[in-house]
């Protein structure tokens, strides 16, 4: 059964700092590992990573993959009270030609504040 | 924002009635997906469809039927609703090239009590 796990659960920081989230998983036929957020609505895409090594970058956000280790950080850096949100790291398998599935974490809750 | 609807936003049933939330696209894309998200179980597909009257199962669709008569429309029915079908539902959509999810709907909540 594919797994997908992420840590902490939850994370309370103060604007400014810069923060870790993990992702690590357990997926047969990895294609690929998507990164979303999700406020108070439905979850936007913000990265995918299919080779290790190389980092994703957008603005302050940031995201690498291990597939040697099978796991994923996404890193916050100078945060906000805007980036509050439940952050979501899904893994997509398949064979190529087919639609890819995706399993998803529970999700890291993260609160900035003031 | 991809043109993804979703209605109804709210739906409160009762017990056994049978229930349709219905998924509008405005981007002509070939796959689209419904997911329920659940506290303490993230978000889990329930079927997906790949075209017009073409759809599989995920990994939680006991008790859900689909139907895709057109590329635009993607149709979630509940047959008999029970309550621990109460929950967040969200449609999804892939765009041409890639390959997985990228773009969700506003989310439909459905109670069943």
């Known amino acids: 059964e594919d797994k997908v796990v992420q840590s902490p659960l939850s994370l309370v920081v103060h604007e400014g700092d810069t923060v870790t989230l993990n992702c690590s998983y357990e997926?047969?036929?990895?294609?690929?590992l998507l990164w979303y957020k999700q406020e108070k609505k439905a979850p936007t895409f913000l990265f995918m990573l299919t080779s290790s090594g190389i980092e994703k970058k957008s603005g302050r956000l940031s995201s690498i993959l291990d597939k040697k280790e099978l796991s994923s950080i996404l890193n916050i850096t100078a945060t906000q009270t805007g980036d509050s949100a439940i952050y979501l790291c899904a893994v997509a398998r398949g064979s190529g030609g087919s639609n890819y599935k995706l399993t998803f974490g529970k999700g890291t809750l993260l609160t900035v504040n003031p | 924002d991809a043109g993804i609807t979703q209605s109804p936003r709210h739906k409160v049933t009762e017990t056994g009635t049978p229930v349709t939330l219905r998924c509008h696209q405005t981007e002509n894309h070939r796959y689209m997906y419904w997911y329920r998200q659940d506290p303490g179980h993230g978000l889990r597909l329930i079927h997906y469809?790949?075209?017009?009257?073409?759809?599989d199962k995920g990994e939680v669709s006991d008790g859900y039927s689909v139907s895709r008569s057109k590329t635009e429309d993607f149709l979630l029915t509940l047959e008999s609703a029970t309550s621990s079908q109460t929950s967040v539902y969200f449609c999804?959509?892939?765009?041409?090239?890639?390959?997985?999810?990228?773009?969700f709907g506003p989310g439909t909540r459905l109670t069943v009590t």
């Open positions: 469809s790949y075209g017009v009257k073409d759809t």
């Open positions: 997926v047969t036929n990895f294609r690929s």
């Open positions: 999804a959509i892939s765009p041409p090239g890639s390959s997985s999810v990228r773009y």
